[in-house]
């Protein structure tokens, strides 16, 4: 049983130069994966933004035109 399992996990010697570049790879991609959602979650939250003061001023000079009509 000893032996079995010395089979299995032989692969998994944390010196392995093969096991650290795969951990690199691995590594490497959730962290670009990250920073991918990170620029898109400040890419919507701007875009948001700019919609909500746009519609808000859209809204304003509504307000005003239809202050400036009842006056006449």
Known sequence: MLETFK????????MNPETIKASLQIMWQGLLA???????IIVVVL????????IEKMKADV??????????
């Open 47 to 54: 875009f948001t933004n700019f919609a909500i003061k746009k």
């Open 7 to 14: 089979q299995i996990f032989s692969s998994l010697d944390p």
């Open 63 to 72: 307000e005003k035109e239809v202050e400036e009509s009842d006056k006449y």
């Open 34 to 40: 990250i920073f991918v959602v990170i620029a898109l």
